[in-house]
């Protein structure tokens, strides 16, 4: 029959609780729960457990603080310790219903907070809750790591996410992420299209993505998409791409406050007079953002004056010749289009409004409206 602890007993159990989980040094790793821990101690330490070992200056336990331990405890505050809250031994203290043993046993569980630098300063069950979710929602064969937490100004906790699939050998992305996923990393695996990527809704908050060293031929799918006019990085090295719709990169890069490095080096472009001009203006005018551009380059040709030669500072003259006109580009066709019709609609206004100073006659158009 389990013994009836009196105040001075539970007293006791505080002390010891308290001290078990002090900072200093041990022989395994913080927060574990399987080993023999070994702290020193801050306060006057005693122990009514058989799985404590009091001594002069350290109080030995063994199990750490475990379910099993926490049953035999009436009530406990762990205040002002330096959790580690990168160590998985601690999940049991993930967000709990009001009900269970941790809400009710610890009487400072929402003013538990994380000590180590990534997540100094964060409520400890709210970091743990994310990384147990993490965890239970990572995709395999990929590995998952909460890199950063940052608070809004309503006080919530927002993590940053880093979705690990490179090497994998994968012909697709995971079709599934963590919630707030912020960076998925895919270099070195067989993926040949991003129509999967750009359409999957799990994608949308994604900022920073990976594709370096894969099989992708060509990257059409982004134009339009939204996902294309947020992102932050997006590195496309060590593909096969050729070529790219100009057009839309350059309008998606002018709507786009939160982009910050694009990467396309190392890929076969193709090196011609209709493709070179546009492709040049565009990486000169986001030289500041297309962070590679040496390693941007023609592909391998018979051609020495284009075979390997870096794009940026190609001469035109190189791929376009004197007597070849220069390429007119779909956008600049519809800009003239759209110039001449409204100067036809000016020069008709002109002329009917000289001649209804003249007659005081009114135009056709406007005789025959209601």
């Known amino acids: 029959m389990r013994e009836k ?7 006791i159990l505080l002390l010891s609780a308290f001290s078990v989980v002090a900072p200093g040094p041990h022989t395994h790793k913080r927060n574990s729960s399987d080993y023999l821990v070994n702290r020193y101690c801050t306060l006057v330490d005693h122990s009514i457990t058989t ?4 001594t002069e200056y350290r109080l030995l336990c063994r199990g750490g603080l ?11 505050c762990f205040l002002d310790n330096q959790w580690d809250c990168s ?16 809400r009710t046993r610890i009487v400072d569980y929402e003013q538990l907070m994380c000590h180590q630098q990534l997540y100094r300063g964060k409520p400890l069950h709210k970091v743990m809750d994310i990384i147990k979710t993490m965890r239970r929602t990572c995709p395999e064969p990929c590995t998952c790591t909460m890199t950063h937490v940052v608070s809004d100004a309503a006080g919530a906790v927002i993590p940053l996410i880093t979705v690990n699939c490179a090497g994998k050998e ?12 912020t960076t998925l990393r895919l270099e070195g695996n067989k993926i040949n299209a991003i129509r999967s990527i750009v359409q999957n809704p799990q994608y949308k908050k994604l900022a920073d993505l990976y594709l370096d060293n894969n099989s992708i031929s060509a990257v059409k799918e982004l134009e339009g998409s939204e996902w294309f006019t947020t992102f ?13 719709p100009v057009y839309a990169f350059d309008k998606a890069f002018q709507v786009n406050n939160n982009i910050m490095h694009v990467f396309l080096g190392h890929n076969p472009w193709r090196c011609d007079c209709h493709f070179i001009p546009r492709f040049q203006g565009l990486l000169l005018k986001y030289k ?8 941007i380059r023609c592909s391998k040709s018979d051609d020495k004056t284009t075979s390997f030669v870096q794009i940026s500072t190609m001469p035109l003259g190189n791929v376009c010749n004197s007597d070849m006109e220069m390429p007119i580009s779909t956008i600049n066709i519809v800009n003239l289009v759209l110039l001449t019709l409204i100067m036809l609609v000016l020069g008709r206004f002109l002329y009917d409004w000289r001649n209804f100073k003249a007659t005081g006659k009114l135009p056709w158009l406007s005789s025959i409206l209601p």
């Open 66 to 76: 475990t379910r099993e331990w926490m049953r035999e405890v009436i009530m406990y």
């Open 288 to 295: 500041r953002v297309i962070r590679d551009l040496p390693d």
């Open 51 to 54: 799985q404590c070992v009091q």
């Open 170 to 181: 994968l012909d697709g992305p995971p079709g599934t992420l963590p919630p707030n996923t």
């Open 232 to 244: 932050r990085v997006l590195s496309l090295r060590g593909n096969f791409l050729k070529q790219i």
């Open 5 to 11: 602890y009196g105040p001075t007993s539970q007293a």
């Open 87 to 102: 160590d998985g031994g601690l999940d049991w203290l993930a967000m709990k219903d009001e009900r269970s043993a941790a």
